[in-house]
C-alpha cells in the first residue's frame, strides 16, 4: 500500500535536504533569473558579461547548482543585470 504525505510548500523540505529554506530562496532567485533574461532576450554570455560572472557559473546558477552560492550573491548579480541593461538604454 502506497501513502501519500501532504506536502510542506517546500520540495527540498520534503525530501529531507539539508538548509531546505536556502535552497528553497536560491531556486525562486534561479528562476526569477531566468524570467528576466527571457524579458531581456539576453544570451547567456551576454548575461554572463553584464553580471560579472563566467557563463559556467550562470548555468549553474540556472539549472539549480547553487552550492556554495549565497543567496546575496545571486540576488547581486540580478541587481547588476538590472543596472547594466537600464544603463545602456
Known amino acids: ?6 506536502s510542506s510548500g517546500n520540495v527540498f523540505a520534503d ?3 539539508s538548509h531546505p529554506e536556502d ?3 536560491q531556486s525562486r532567485l534561479a528562476a526569477a533569473l531566468q524570467r ?4 531581456l532576450g539576453l544570451t547567456y554570455a551576454a548575461a554572463a ?3 560579472d560572472m ?4 550562470l548555468l549553474e546558477i540556472l539549472r539549480g547548482r547553487c ?3 549565497s543567496e546575496g550573491y545571486v540576488a547581486e548579480r540580478l ?8 544603463n545602456a538604454h
Do not use: C, F, N, Q
Not at 54 to 57: A, E, I, L
Open 1 to 6: 500500500m502506497v501513502t501519500h504525505a501532504g
Open 15 to 17: 525530501l529531507g535536504l
Open 23 to 25: 535552497r528553497l530562496a
Open 36 to 39: 528576466r533574461l527571457e524579458e
Open 49 to 51: 558579461s553584464a553580471m
Open 54 to 57: 563566467p557563463p559556467s557559473k
Open 67 to 69: 552550492e556554495g552560492l
Open 79 to 86: 541587481a547588476k543585470l538590472e543596472r547594466t541593461v537600464k
